[in-house]
């Protein structure tokens, strides 16, 4: 029905104004609130003590039961990937097993008792095998993804796939669960995918720069995107996203541009931040420091998670507890977690 002749009477520039003004709106909502973010939670191999989630039990279970205790209660709780062990070689059932055990540890805690809303990421592990020196992601593991993981996914506005078409983001399989923006409180988030198929490390950057620019045009009070692997990796690893420069310098390129003021990430297990760029850029969190293995050439680590509290400023606080590297899935009572980096973004 075509709206201008159905309202008799009024000159249709008025109506189409009212109508761009309404658009305009969409942000116009601005909220106070915090989430929490982090990732990397999977044991390895030797550790899985015939325990099919394949999970740090031990400090996933402390990380829920903190979360749900946080007072103010954050809205949003962000698992950037890497939930579980993975690479199955193919066994899509085990992974299938892997992920619903873990979703009886999250239904069976006090977090799943509260109204936090549990938000989570695909990584590597959930997504790939290892094939040579190389991951290379699966589709069927995608699709075993947005199946098991359905009621922990917030939106489906993502890109499609498109094949390998000229000015496209090239993408081989359906992204639109994986990678995918909703909003909240006058605020933009992203979720993105950082291994699609054939796309392993690598953003859709075209498609993050019309998302993007319509939440900045539009008045986005913060955007915030989140995915598994960080942009830039700490030193000397060099296993994110930039495995592909060009890729990850246009989608670097399209945050900044659009003002975004985050980009979380994990996959390194460990705390990091930093200004990629220079003083204006999207500044890059790794909150990677859930329970799984630490490296032993990372100094002083601890596990724990991040809290984010938004309002016209964001403040970045990473909460943790010492890591004792020879006894990491053990109870550690004795070891408290507290307030261990602490800044705000203006």
């Known amino acids: 029905m075509n709206i201008l002749r159905t309202i008799k009477g009024i000159c249709p520039v008025i109506i189409l104004t009212a109508l761009l003004l309404t658009g305009c709106k969409r942000f116009s909502t601005k909220a106070d609130y915090t989430f929490v973010v982090v990732g990397d939670n999977r044991v390895a191999p030797a550790d899985t003590l015939n325990d099919a989630s394949t999970a740090n039990t031990y400090q996933l279970n402390r990380m829920f039961a903190e979360i749900a205790a946080l007072n103010p209660r954050p809205k949003y709780f962000f698992f950037l990937g890497d939930l579980v062990l993975g690479y199955t070689n193919g066994d899509t059932i085990r992974l299938v097993r892997e992920l619903r055990e873990w979703k009886k540890l999250y239904l069976s805690s006090p977090l799943a008792k509260t109204d936090i809303k549990l938000i989570v990421v695909p990584g590597n592990h959930e997504l790939c095998e290892k094939i040579g020196s190389g991951r290379v992601s699966i589709k069927a593991y995608e699709r075993i993804f947005v199946s098991e993981m359905k009621q922990f996914i917030a939106g489906d506005n993502g890109p499609k796939a498109t094949g390998l078409i000229p000015a496209t983001d090239s993408l081989m399989t359906d992204q639109s669960c994986l990678t995918y923006s909703f909003d909240y409180g006058g ?33 986005a009070r913060h955007i915030f995107l989140f995915g598994h692997k960080p942009a830039f990796s700490p030193p000397p690893a060099h296993d994110g996203l930039d495995v592909y420069t060009s890729n990850r310098d246009s989608a670097w390129a399209a945050m900044t541009r659009n003002k975004c003021d985050v980009y979380f990430a994990s996959h390194y297990h460990l705390w990091d931040s930093l200004h990629p760029m220079n003083e204006k850029s999207t500044w890059q969190i790794t909150s990677g420091n859930a329970g799984a293995p630490i490296a032993k050439s990372w100094p002083s680590p601890y596990f724990g998670f991040t809290i984010v509290n938004v309002n016209s400023e964001v403040e970045i606080t990473s909460m943790g507890r010492d890591a004792d590297r020879e006894h990491q899935t053990a109870p550690a009572p004795d070891k408290s977690t507290t307030a261990r980096a602490h800044f705000t973004i203006k």
């Open 187 to 219: 605020d933009h988030f992203v979720i993105c995918n950082t291994d699609p198929v054939d796309r392993e490390s690598r953003l859709p950057y075209h498609w993050l720069e019309h998302d993007l620019g319509s939440a900045h045009k539009q008045g």
